[in-house]
């Protein structure tokens, strides 16, 4: 029997992710959906998570007090797969990864011991917890420091496909010279065919920048620039919830669709790179299909490169080639389009990649993700999975 804990990966609305490790063919699949429930301490700015609840239940319990976990883009991504494998989302360059704001959690071990795993317990699992991945143990609950996050200023500001080369150029310098307060992810991606999106853009294929504003100011000048550059089809700025923003893209990516995804860490945009992308993420398959590029400087930049298993603190982006499609007959279609973008942008990367964006690419690219810390990751899966019970994953054996 080969045991995996079910829990939805980063974007992934389906219980398997978008690389299909949340299930197995004669073995064992836990789903730990049932296991939701979601309790705030809003005096000690604390939650406590239970391991199947989803960032959407998470964020309204949170923000009912004016407070925020960072992690995520969609809402229906599970809080497990998301914070083993680092956590990263519109909050990352003010608060951080989902992993640099993780006090505690409980996990039941291959042999079926249970213990806590904290900066004063088992801290050698903790450590490698903080995104190793499903390979150490069923995590039951989480404990996360929250932060003040009342509301944010935050929408799309969408362009033509003509004007992605200079759009990438501008945002390339633009963003990383901000205060954390403000992050930008940018998109290839076809307009959503429905509200608030303009009828007269459903389905076009364009390019664009996700902004979302996390501090105090009401009119603040980082965001007045940011929607100053070029001529935008459409400014979507506006202020919401965080979990309005978190939810926003739910339904264009409900459980069932068809997901291939290849991802790289990227420190650098040289103009040759910028001439890749642009060749490659206007030709997206099908209109679910898209490129994202996440900023992962700011706060996140700042945690020691050796205090968690994340070890691309001097990234500035996470990218990440989505291919999506509901029906099946596409699914060699999407794979292609993913596949060729990677491998003509893979060469500007830095060699790794966040591994709740990988498919089953490997042990040589699971270990150029983690860098020196695989050494270690693998003498604490020695200690407490010596069987490699825990296997279908991006897997780190025992040492």
Not at 194 to 213: A, D, N, S, T
Request: glycine share 12%; with cysteine; charged share 20%.
């Amino acid at each position: 029997m080969v045991p995996h804990l079910a829990s939805n990966a980063e974007m992934a609305a389906s219980p398997t992710g978008g690389a299909g490790l949340g299930s197995v063919d004669d073995g064992l699949v836990i789903d730990l959906a049932p296991m939701d429930g979601v309790t705030v301490d809003p005096q000690r700015q604390v939650v406590q998570v239970q391991a199947g609840a989803k960032l959407g239940a998470i964020d309204h319990a949170t923000s009912a007090f004016g407070l925020a976990v960072p992690g995520g883009i969609i809402s229906t991504t599970g809080i497990g797969g998301l914070t083993l494998g680092g956590g990263l989302g519109h909050l990352t360059r003010r608060c951080g990864l989902t992993i640099d704001n993780l006090l505690s959690a409980d996990v039941v071990l291959a042999d079926g011991s249970f213990l806590t795993a904290s900066a004063e317990q088992n801290e050698d699992l903790f450590w490698a917890l903080r995104g190793g991945g499903g390979n150490f143990g069923i995590v039951t609950s989480f404990t996360f420091r929250c932060h003040e996050v009342s509301g944010v200023l935050a929408g799309p500001v969408l362009y033509a496909l003509e004007d992605a080369g200079d759009l990438l150029a501008w945002w390339r310098d633009f963003g990383p010279s901000q205060p954390d307060d403000l992050s930008g992810f940018f998109a290839f991606l076809s307009v959503p065919p429905g509200p608030p999106f303009p009828q007269e853009l459903h389905l076009r294929k364009v390019c664009g920048i996700v902004w979302c504003y996390a501090g105090r100011e009401d009119d603040p000048a980082c965001i007045r620039e940011a929607r100053s550059f070029g001529r935008p089809l459409l400014d979507g700025i506006q202020p919401m919830p965080l979990y309005a923003l978190q939810s926003a893209f739910d339904s264009v990516y409900p459980p069932g669709d068809q997901w291939y995804w290849r991802a790289d860490f990227v420190n650098e945009l040289p103009n040759e790179a910028i001439e890749r992308h642009v060749e490659h993420g206007t030709a997206m398959p099908t209109w679910k299909s898209t490129m994202h590029l996440y900023p992962v400087d700011g706060a996140a930049s700042r945690v020691p490169a050796d205090a968690t298993p994340w070890a691309y603190r001097d990234a500035k982006w996470a990218q990440v080639i989505v291919g999506v499609d509901p029906d099946p007959a596409n699914a060699a279609l999407i794979r292609e389009w993913c596949v060729n973008y990677w491998e003509a942008t893979h060469p500007y990367s830095m060699g790794g990649a966040y591994i709740n964006f990988m498919m089953d690419e490997g042990a040589d690219r699971v270990h150029a993700t983690y860098r020196t810390g695989y050494d270690q990751l693998t003498q604490i899966k020695a200690k407490y999975d010596p069987g490699n019970f825990f296997r279908i994953n991006q897997n780190i054996p025992p040492a």
